[in-house]
């Protein structure tokens, strides 16, 4: 039997996602026993040329060359799984699609006539396939390393759909909203991280994005109710995730005053 290969890609990002993996120190010297890293230029400049068994993502698509790049990576990989969250909803540099391009590269860049970008800043899902998506900025190591084990064993990884508060519940975590008024976003956001930010007495910014079907207009008046005001609101939607529908959108719902 031949050794699968994984290949790891960046589009625009910040890297924290692949030092993640970077990160996992003991067990990627046992993974590394069963898998072969044909590709993943952050640690090794020695790459073979695919196809690949497995290809990590990380990013999201800003420049029309890498619109070319995702299809030609999806074309070589057997399963293609994003990490992080702006692979998965664009991260913080989208938003810019709130904003004037031409405005923001001229206040950014000493030269924009040297700028090539496309208008708007995309997660890899708007431009091909997409197997399997690890939310979170950065990712979370326990959930990398259950994906990749999944799919060497050849069964489908384990992967939460449901909300923050249930991974607070499960940790036995005070709720930090109802004891203590902190404004939280764990109620609509994709479980996965283990409830990291109310595990540490601090409200969920949403940095998993939206869960599957989030009530976000029953907790808007809860924000509200802790402090929030609308400018806070928008900030506290306006991250890694702000270009996710549900986020984006987050008014639609809301039940009128
Ligand atoms: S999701 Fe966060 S940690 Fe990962 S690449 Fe994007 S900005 Fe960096
Ligand atoms: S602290 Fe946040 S995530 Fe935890 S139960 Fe309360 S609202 Fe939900
Ligand atoms: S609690 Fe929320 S903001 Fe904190 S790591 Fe988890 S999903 Fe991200």
């Not at 420049?63 to 998965?88: F, K, M, Y």
């Amino acid at each position: 039997m031949t050794t699968p290969t994984l290949a790891v890609w960046k589009f625009t990002s910040c890297d924290g996602c692949q030092l993640t993996l970077l990160d996992c120190e003991d067990e990627l010297l046992t993974l590394a026993g069963r898998i072969r890293i044909a590709h993943f230029v952050e640690a090794s400049s020695a790459v073979e040329p695919g196809p690949y068994d497995v290809s990590l993502v990380e990013g999201s698509v800003s420049t029309p060359d890498e619109q070319r790049r995702i299809l030609e990576i999806r074309a070589q990989s057997r399963i293609l799984v994003t990490i992080g969250a702006c692979a998965s909803h664009g991260g913080i540099q989208a938003l810019r699609n709130f904003a004037d391009m031409t405005e923001f590269a001229s206040v950014v860049y000493a030269s924009p006539q040297y700028i090539s970008t496309l208008d708007t800043v995309t997660p890899i899902a708007a431009h091909v396939p997409v197997d399997y998506e690890l939310r979170g900025c950065p990712i979370d190591r326990h959930q990398l390393l259950e994906t990749l084990c999944a799919l060497l064993a050849g069964r489908e990884p384990d992967l939460p759909n449901t909300s923050v508060c249930s991974e607070c519940k499960r940790r036995g975590n005070t709720c930090v909203m109802v004891a203590d008024g902190i404004p939280c976003l764990g109620p609509v956001t994709q479980a996965g991280c283990g409830a990291l930010c109310p595990s540490y007495h601090r409200g969920c910014y949403g940095c998993f994005g939206p869960m599957e079907r989030p009530n976000i207009g029953a907790l808007l008046p809860i924000l509200r109710i802790n402090g929030m005001d609308a400018v806070d609101i928008d900030r506290v939607f306006s991250t890694v995730a702000v270009a996710a529908p549900d986020f984006a959108d987050r008014s639609r719902d809301e039940p009128s005053q």
